[in-house]
């Protein structure tokens, strides 16, 4: 699916090119559950969904109500929170500017998150780096690292598993 909402995305882009502008929209259906149950409920029928985003979003500017539209005619608005992800980084793009997914026993300090950004916006020519810290304790210590489908793994876990495999590989010789 992340396919599809890059897609929806590319072509929202053009169209509506301010973020906050989405993000703002966006809010007002999933901040009500009620509200985003009626929008991605399949048993609703398209022309009821477009009446209440009608209501909803009186001040949204036209083209992202049609947007908004076209995924109730699709059945797509479920895919909303993937295809802001996506929008989000061809802001980034636009800017000069990269995602990186972290991925860590424990949150960084703020010094060590900055030379992190600075060495990924070296690495991948960027002018700068987004991180996105996940915590995932299993990796004992250390990081992982995904950008730009680069995958740099530094951490413990990491280390373990490469050596069992050396390990194993000179049993077998």
Do not use: N
């Not at 999933?30 to 009446?51: F, H, M, N, Q, Y």
């Not at 989000?88 to 800017?95: D, I, K, T, Y």
């Not at 060590?112 to 915590?135: C, F, G, N, P």
């Not at 995932?136 to 598993?161: H, K």
């Amino acid at each position: 699916m992340k396919e599809l909402a890059a897609r929806y995305a590319q072509a929202l882009y053009p169209l509506c090119p301010e973020e906050e502008t989405i993000r703002a929209a966006a809010g007002l259906l999933t901040g009500s559950a009620e509200l985003w149950g009626v929008c991605t409920d399949p048993t609703i029928r398209p022309e009821a969904k477009k009446r209440v985003l009608a209501r909803v979003l009186a001040d949204v500017p036209e083209p992202l109500l049609h947007f908004f539209d076209l995924l109730c005619d699709k059945g797509r608005m479920a895919l909303l929170p993937e295809i802001l992800e996506e929008f989000h980084a061809l802001a980034l793009a636009e800017r000069g500017m990269g995602r990186c997914l972290m991925t860590c026993a424990r949150v960084p300090d703020p010094d060590q998150r900055r030379r992190l950004r600075a060495k990924m916006a070296r690495l991948h020519h960027k002018s700068d780096v987004e991180l996105d810290i996940r915590l995932d304790p299993a990796l004992i210590g250390g990081f992982i690292l995904e950008m730009d489908g680069v995958r740099y793994d530094q951490s413990v876990r990491g280390r373990l598993t490469a050596l069992e495999r050396r390990l194993e590989g000179r049993r077998e010789v």
